[in-house]
């Protein structure tokens, strides 16, 4: 474990009424299965990120639930269709409870 | 893995260790550590899911629902070269109204040490059931998808993915 997890989030600055757009997400963790060992033989706890959850405008668009057979350093796309303009909510939930926001605004033209 | 395995069991019988009180298993792969660790990030020290495994999780979720085929197109490769990072990609026909949506997306792994791999949830302000991420696998094995549709139907689709390096967990 060494640093705090970093999102980074794309998300086309404008899009047209009603497009379908993709949303490209990736977070920097080393999603720890709780499978491995140490050279000593002990177990290494599990420490992944098991949620993740993208809102628009306060609206949930699209979540995720992740079991540790994700891999590290978690990618997640997606889609949205634009109806209006607004902010995005990403969230990513820490087994321990920590919470890795990012906020992106989309301009519908 | 099996090598390794194999390796510490020979050790051992040559010490004459073979009446320790640890199960086989654990002992073997204690001494699989000691011989080879160097293979520790690999090491063959997890029980894996079985396809009974998978098959209780889908009658929890599925209930006396019966799965259709069809209307999932899973992106896998067929052959993964890593099994630490194999990429994922699915795609569920759905007009993704409010009347007629796709809810969830569900995927399971018949040889991981957990079956279940990921769930993911769409509104349909989604626009589309697609998503795309990366999985760990730690052995070439089936990987079963389970889409649940608004109205109450479930589709479900299988892809087996071969594996050469297994992502066992690191």
């Known amino acids: 474990?060494?640093?705090?997890?970093?999102?980074?989030?794309?998300?086309?600055?404008?899009?047209?009424?009603?497009?379908?757009?993709?949303?490209k997400t990736l977070i920097s963790h080393e999603m720890e299965s709780g499978q491995r060992k140490d050279a000593a033989g002990a177990t290494i706890p599990r420490k992944i990120i098991k949620s993740f959850?993208?809102?628009?405008?306060?609206?949930?668009?699209?979540?995720?639930?992740?079991?540790?057979?994700i891999s590290a350093n978690p990618y997640q796309a997606f889609f949205f269709k634009a109806a209006e303009s607004g902010e995005f909510q990403f969230t990513w939930t820490d087994d321990d409870g920590s919470l890795y926001e990012s906020k992106n605004k989309l301009t519908v033209a | 893995m099996n090598l390794i395995r194999y390796g510490g069991y020979k050790m051992d019988s040559l010490k004459g260790l073979d009446s320790l009180d640890e199960t086989p298993s654990r002992r073997l792969v204690l001494t699989a550590f000691t011989v080879a660790a160097v293979a520790a990030a690999m090491a063959?020290?997890?029980?894996?899911?079985?396809?009974?495994?998978?098959?209780?999780?889908?009658?929890?979720?599925?209930?006396?629902?019966?799965?259709?085929?069809?209307?999932?197109?899973?992106?896998?490769?067929?052959?993964?070269?890593?099994?630490?990072?194999?990429?994922?990609?699915?795609?569920?026909?759905?007009?993704?109204?409010?009347?007629?949506?796709v809810k969830a997306v569900h995927f399971f792994a018949d040889a991981n040490p957990l079956p279940g791999i990921a769930s993911f949830r769409f509104s349909p302000q989604a626009g589309r059931a697609s998503a795309s991420t990366r999985i760990r696998l730690a052995a070439t094995q089936n990987i079963i998808c389970v889409a649940e549709m608004s109205d109450g139907k479930v589709h479900m689709a299988r892809q087996e993915v071969k594996v050469t390096i297994g992502g066992c967990g690191g």
Not at chain 2, 47 to 73: S, W, Y
């Open chain 1, 53 to 69: 959850e993208a809102k628009f405008n306060g609206k949930p668009v699209f979540s995720a639930e992740w079991h540790p057979s």
């Open chain 2, 44 to 101: 063959p020290h997890m029980a894996l899911a079985t396809p009974a495994a998978v098959e209780a999780e889908l009658k929890k979720l599925l209930g006396e629902r019966k799965p259709l085929e069809g209307k999932i197109k899973l992106d896998l490769p067929a052959i993964a070269e890593n099994g630490l990072v194999v990429p994922l990609n699915f795609d569920v026909e759905s007009p993704m109204t409010e009347a007629d949506h």
């Open chain 1, 1 to 23: 474990m060494s640093t705090k997890p970093t999102p980074r989030v794309r998300v086309p600055a404008q899009a047209k009424k009603d497009e379908i757009i993709e949303i």
